[in-house]
């Protein structure tokens, strides 16, 4: 059985950073075969992608709002993927999934909240 599980949200101050994992398991290959992706939702707005590590080495971010403040990486050996969030806003407080894209198969986890407050 496929499984992503995400770990590390929780409350950060306006500029405070927050470093998501997400673990997969079950997967035949490992996280090494999937694209892995985080995507996020806010209260009464779709879900946006926030960041893509594709299988074959490449990280790409969407919007253009965390540009230089997230970074996405993956740990072939830990089956696990992170998205680090820095310079942290307000607007970043959403609830981050994780995605893995294996041929024509999507995964979602169950989301991990992310709460950006003084």
């Known amino acids: 059985q496929e499984q992503l599980v995400e770990s590390g949200g929780g409350l950060a101050q306006p500029g405070g950073s927050l470093r998501l994992s997400c673990t997969a398991s079950g997967f035949t290959g490992g996280i090494s075969v999937l694209t892995m992706s985080w995507y996020r939702q806010a209260p009464g707005l779709k879900r946006e992608l926030v960041a893509t590590?594709?299988?074959?080495?490449?990280?790409?971010n969407y919007p253009r709002s965390v540009q230089g403040r997230f970074t996405i990486s993956r740990d072939n050996a830990n089956n696990t993927v992170y998205l680090q969030l820095n310079s942290l806003k307000p607007e970043d407080s959403a609830v981050y999934f994780c995605?893995?894209?294996?041929?024509?198969?999507?995964?979602w986890g169950q989301g991990i909240q992310v709460t950006v407050s003084s």
């Open positions: 995605n893995a894209l294996k041929d024509a198969a999507t995964y």
């Open positions: 590590h594709t299988k074959f080495g490449h990280a790409v």
